[in-house]
Structures are given as structure tokens and as C-alpha cells.
């Protein structure tokens, strides 16, 4: 059976990667609006509800008021903006979060598909607050670095030099300064903290790829967990995942670099526990492409548990 999808706002960097994924599969048909319907409301509105699914890859505003032309609360919609990510009406995007998120997702008419940071951050925190490892109002610490594609449409036309006069920019850059970046709410939520953690994100000179880094002294853990015991709560967590691969203590004791870009262009994402025994630290890093299982691959994942696959 074919399925009828609508991606509103196409154009810019995720949507596009759904579109081509979309495209190019028998199972789909995509329903497409010309530039002047793609500008008319009534026309996106008959899309939107013509769907069996529709993915918005807008703006928050506009992710909003395209959600109010749904005709039916019934209408599906996965929502990639942040719009409705911390909504309790809405269900989160994210199928790794518990044993029932995917089945949550499949019978869902509403998904809000996760940001790129969160993901890293939630992937390697929430299993150790679920289990009592890391209590809930922990002081936790995040630094990442993403692609410019993270950037938006300017961003990407700044490292790619679309003008040949433009100044170049930076290899690396830490952006989010005052503390405010918008996906806090999201990570606190479902990584289960009481407070947001402190946040810093930076950009590099890559188009694809990312790495989250959450540290922790576990002299300040309750019980003192070990660095065995962080990989094995994980471990159990992820056992049988098809997305996350937590990766054996022993590789992570011989990696000696991970590069930003070495999952792109994968929907997978690669967790790395790295710890030192003697001082009671461990740093877990999620690796992850971050418009792969950071936007374009959870949506069409989240797409596909949608539609029954």
C-alpha cells in the first residue's frame, strides 16, 4: 500500500534530505505543491490533510500554524521544529527513550521529532537517571560541536563560500554564550533532570556530523558507581538496538580521537563511555550525524514506526 506524505517546507536543509530519502522509495507517493500553493494556505491546508502523514520542517511560528489547519486532531503530523517538543499533547520522537516510545510513536498523531543536541545528550544521560545512577538534580555539564549544516541556510552559504568576497569563517567557533540555547527545555525534560544543564554548543568546519560530551565525577554519584558500571547500565539499556551501538570499553580504552564528521551520513549513532578509574571521572560521548539520526534519519524513522514498519 503507498503512502500519501506531505513535507511542508521542503526547501530548506532537513526537508530536503527527507524529500530525496522519500523519493526515491516505491512505497511512497509524495504529495507536491507548486511555489504558489506551497505560499497559499488553503492549498497546504488540503495537503496537510490529504496525508497520511505530514512532516513540517518550518520555523516554530510557522510549524504552529500550519498544525492549525489540520481539519481533525486525528490528522498526523510529525513536527522536526521545536515547536512542540516539551508539548505533553505531542509524543517525542525519539523511539530509544524507553522500552514503550516506539510503539508510542507508531500509534501517534502527533510526533515532535527530537533536535540534533538533544539527542546525544538525552541517548546518554536518561538511562542513568532512569536507573537511579545519576540522580535527577545532578549539576550536569554539555559541551558539543556540529556541522554547519546545523546552521541553516546562511551558515551553510558562509563555510561553502556562495560569495566568493565573503570573509571566510572560523574552523571553530562556541556559539550560545548567554546560556539560553533553545533546546535546553528538551534535554532537561527527557534526559529527566530537575534543572537544564550548563550548555555550551560550537560549530566546525565540517558540513555533517557531531559530538555530544556529557562528564561526570562519580565520587559525587550516589553509591559511587564505577566506569563497568556506567557501560553496563547502558549496555542493558541499548541490548538488541538497531540505531545505538554502545561501543566496548575496551575500543573506547584504545581510541585515541573521535572526528566530528565520522558518522555522517549515517542514521546510526555510536556511544562511547570513557573513563578513568583512579580519579572517579567518566565522559560519555555520543557520536551521530547530526541531520542523519540528529533530523532528517529520525524523521523518516519515526515516519516508518508511523506507518507500521
Known amino acids: 500500500m503507498t503512502a500519501h506524505i506531505f513535507i511542508d517546507g521542503s526547501a530548506g536543509t532537513t526537508g530536503l534530505q527527507i524529500q530525496e530519502r522519500l523519493a526515491a522509495r516505491g512505497d511512497i507517493s509524495l504529495i507536491l505543491l507548486d511555489e504558489a500553493e506551497k ?3 488553503a492549498k497546504r491546508g488540503q495537503a496537510l490533510n ?7 520542517c518550518l520555523p516554530d511560528v510557522a510549524a504552529r500554524e500550519t498544525v492549525s489547519l489540520a481539519r481533525a486532531n486525528s490528522v498526523r503530523i510529525i513536527d522536526t521544529s521545536t515547536a512542540h517538543r516539551t508539548d505533553p499533547d505531542w509524543v517525542y520522537g525519539l523511539a530509544e527513550l524507553n522500552a514503550e516510545q516506539a510503539d508510542l510513536i507508531s500509534g501517534a498523531a502527533r510526533v ?3 533536535g540534533c543536541y538533544p539527542t546525544g545528550v538525552i541517548v546518554a544521560l536518561n538511562p542513568l537517571v532512569s536507573a537511579g545512577l545519576v ?3 545532578y549539576p550536569v555539564a554539555v559541551s558539543a560541536v556540529s556541522g554547519y549544516t546545523g546552521g541553516g541556510k546562511q551558515m551553510i552559504a558562509e563555510y ?3 560569495d566568493a568576497g565573503a570573509t571566510p569563517p572560523s574552523a571553530f567557533h562556541l556559539y550560545g554564550l548567554q546560556l539560553q540555547h533553545k533546546h535546553l527545555g528538551e534535554m532537561q525534560v527527557y534526559g529527566g533532570l530537575v534543572k537544564p544543564p550548563v550548555f555550551i554548543p560550537s560549530v566546525a568546519n565540517f558540513p555533517q556530523g557531531m559530538i555530544t560530551q ?3 565525577d562519580l565520587a559525587k554519584l550516589p553509591g559511587t ?3 563497568a558500571d556506567i557501560h553496563h547500565t547502558l549496555a542493558g539499556f541499548y541490548a538488541g538496538s538497531e540505531v545505538i551501538e554502545l561501543i566496548s570499553t575496551a575500543e573506547a580504552e584504545n581510541t585515541k580521537q573521535l572526528r566530528g564528521d565520522m558518522m555522517a551520513g549515517s542514521d546510526g549513532l555510536k556511544l562511547y563511555v570513557f573513563g578513568d578509574e583512579a580519579k572517579q571521572q567518566v565522559m560519555i560521548a555520543a557520536v551521530f550525524d547530526n541531520l542523519g539520526k540528529g533530523a532528517s534519519g529520525a524523521a523518516v524513522q519515526n515516519l516508518d514506526l508511523m506507518l507500521g514498519g
Do not use: G
Open 160 to 162: 561553502e563560500n556562495a
Open 135 to 137: 540522580p535527577a538534580d
Open 39 to 41: 505560499k497559499d494556505p
Open 50 to 56: 490529504d496525508a497520511d502523514v505530514s512532516i513540517l
Open 225 to 227: 558507581p564505577t566506569v
Open 214 to 216: 556529557v562528564p561526570l
Open 112 to 114: 515532535s521529532n527530537p
